[in-house]
């Protein structure tokens, strides 16, 4: 699933889906209304990463990323790099991340914002800005 799929309906092919972070975060907090099946409603965009959350909460990271291959300024889904990824705030206050299929990785990472979010070898391909979300958990 894809972030603002959880009304069935697609959004990649938005025209700000991974060119404007704050769009499609907008989206993510939607899921959380959504698809109660999996994900528990009322998730909220948080003002910083140190914004205060609630016991049932926890704090999410979110970016994306765009390399426009051909150069024409518009986003080919089927043609261009585009992603989104997301870290997850440890009960320690460390950050936690996941590539596709490889293994989480606890890290070290205490503030997403300076850090650089990397795809493979792609250096700081996650270059948007961060938006940190509350996300309700069962």
């Avoid at 409603?41 to 979110?62: G, K, P, Q």
């Avoid at 051909?70 to 320690?92: I, K, P």
Wanted: glycine content about 8%; overall charge negative; cysteine-free.
């Amino acid at each position: 699933m894809n972030p603002g799929d959880g009304d069935g309906v697609s959004n990649v092919y938005d025209s700000g889906y991974f060119t404007n972070v704050n769009y499609t975060a907008g989206l993510i907090v939607d899921d959380g209304e959504y698809n109660q099946l999996y994900l528990k409603n009322n998730w909220r965009i948080l003002s910083s990463r140190t914004a205060t959350i609630n016991s049932d909460e926890h704090r999410i990271a979110f970016r994306v990323g765009w390399i426009d291959t051909n150069n024409n300024g518009v986003v080919d889904v089927s043609s261009d790099l585009v992603d989104y990824h997301f870290m997850v705030q440890n009960d320690t206050g460390k950050w936690s991340e996941k590539h596709g299929q490889q293994p989480s990785v606890n890290s070290a990472i205490t503030d997403p914002s300076s850090f650089s979010w990397d795809l493979g070898t792609y250096s700081n391909f996650y270059n948007s800005a961060t938006v940190y979300i509350a996300a309700r958990h069962w």
